[in-house]
């Protein structure tokens, strides 16, 4: 692992809060000047700062990952994204504990004159549902999303100086309230992004399917067999899978669908008929930080900008 990375999980796996924000951003900034970057902060509102590195005007390619960190599901979420089955199916299955409590709490206090009294119950679901939109930080994010983040960071550590203006790095806030932040990131660049690849790491850390969820334009463009070939050849003689695959067919949920060329890169598991899915995020379970992803990841990405 590097040292970068050791760091990010060591001292800034938490980064919901503005002071949070700010000791990552101090970090990042004071890091990367080591190797001779300037971090730029683009606030777009009090508590919203993406953090970027280069000129997207001059860039070729913009790699993303958002920064922010989720509230606490208090159970470990799947996504899965195969298909639309599986996305919706997934989507069921994060709300089971809503089901099971309600059941539990209606059997527990059912009184067969009375019934059972619903105000508890609707006050428990009300207070959880506010703590999956806004409430206390998940403090363990290891792959949602510091392995995007150290993705970034090993990127450009070891990005050779002849393809630095080719690239323009950009960590994105506020993703898990919305993809805020790259949204405000598309308005403001927009004139310079419309036929530049935009790839996006988030959860590239608990799987070893490394797979490319691409846009109809990414796929129809020169740079899709760039970024292919780059991958395979970054994962040669490695048990990791490498995955290409369709944005319109595989619902993976992220900051690269604001992009018209959106690439969005996610390490996924696989069950038989279910398809390919992450998990344990949004959880304390959120631990599993596979260095390996992390530098085939970055092999790829220092492949592909050489041959753009």
Same mark, same amino acid.
């Given at each position: 692992?590097?040292?970068?990375?050791?760091?990010?999980?060591?001292?800034?796996?938490?980064?919901k809060?503005?002071? $949070?924000?700010?000791?990552f951003?101090?970090?990042?900034?004071?890091?990367l000047?080591?190797f001779?970057?300037?971090?730029?902060?683009?606030?777009?509102a009090k508590?919203?700062?993406?953090?970027?590195?280069g000129?997207?005007?001059?860039?070729?390619?913009?790699?993303?990952?958002?920064?922010d960190?989720?509230?606490?599901?208090?159970?470990?979420?799947?996504?899965g994204?195969?298909?639309?089955?599986s996305f919706?199916?997934? $989507?069921?299955i994060t709300?089971?504990?809503f089901f099971?409590?309600?059941f539990?709490?209606?059997?527990?206090?059912?009184?067969a004159?009375?019934?059972?009294?619903?105000?508890?119950?609707?006050?428990?679901?009300?207070?959880?549902?506010? $703590?999956?939109m806004?409430?206390?930080a998940?403090?363990?994010?290891?792959?949602?999303?510091?392995?995007?983040?150290a993705?970034l960071i090993?990127?450009?550590?070891?990005?050779?100086?002849?393809?630095?203006?080719?690239?323009?790095?950009v960590?994105?806030? $506020?993703?898990e309230?919305?993809?805020i932040?790259?949204?405000?990131?598309?308005?403001?660049?927009?004139?310079?992004?419309?036929?530049?690849?935009?790839i996006?790491?988030?959860?590239?850390?608990?799987?070893?399917?490394?797979?490319?969820?691409?846009?109809?334009?990414?796929?129809?463009s020169?740079?899709?067999?760039?970024?292919e070939?780059?991958?395979?050849n970054?994962?040669?003689?490695?048990?990791?899978?490498?995955?290409?695959?369709?944005?319109s067919?595989?619902?993976?949920?992220?900051?690269?669908l604001?992009?018209?060329?959106?690439?969005?890169v996610?390490?996924?598991?696989?069950?038989?008929?279910?398809g390919y899915?992450?998990?344990?995020i949004?959880s304390?379970?959120d631990?599993?930080?596979?260095?390996?992803?992390?530098?085939?990841?970055?092999q790829?990405?220092?492949?592909?900008?050489?041959?753009i």
């Amino acid at each position: 692992m590097k040292e970068s990375s050791a760091v990010l999980l060591g001292k800034f796996q938490i980064r919901k809060t503005a002071t $949070q924000k700010l000791y990552f951003a101090t970090w990042l900034k004071k890091h990367l000047a080591k190797f001779g970057y300037d971090v730029k902060t683009e606030a777009y509102a009090k508590n919203g700062k993406n953090l970027v590195v280069g000129d997207v005007k001059k860039a070729k390619v913009i790699l993303g990952a958002h920064y922010d960190t989720a509230p606490s599901a208090l159970f470990p979420v799947i996504m899965g994204f195969s298909n639309w089955i599986s996305f919706i199916i997934s $989507q069921f299955i994060t709300v089971i504990p809503f089901f099971v409590i309600s059941f539990l709490y209606t059997f527990l206090t059912y009184d067969a004159l009375r019934g059972s009294n619903p105000i508890p119950l609707l006050l428990f679901l009300l207070l959880y549902t506010v $703590q999956l939109m806004v409430g206390f930080a998940n403090k363990n994010t290891a792959n949602d999303n510091t392995s995007g983040v150290a993705t970034l960071i090993s990127i450009l550590e070891e990005l050779p100086e002849k393809d630095r203006d080719k690239v323009c790095v950009v960590f994105f806030d $506020q993703e898990e309230l919305g993809l805020i932040g790259s949204y405000k990131y598309r308005v403001y660049h927009k004139e310079y992004i419309t036929d530049k690849p935009m790839i996006n790491f988030d959860c590239v850390s608990d799987g070893d399917n490394l797979t490319f969820v691409m846009k109809k334009k990414f796929r129809r463009s020169n740079y899709r067999d760039l970024l292919e070939k780059s991958a395979v050849n970054a994962t040669q003689g490695s048990r990791k899978k490498i995955r290409f695959c369709k944005a319109s067919t595989n619902i993976y949920m992220s900051d690269q669908l604001l992009f018209p060329m959106g690439v969005g890169v996610v390490a996924a598991k696989k069950l038989p008929l279910f398809g390919y899915y992450i998990n344990r995020i949004h959880s304390s379970a959120d631990t599993r930080f596979d260095a390996e992803n992390i530098r085939m990841l970055t092999q790829t990405i220092l492949s592909f900008a050489d041959s753009i």
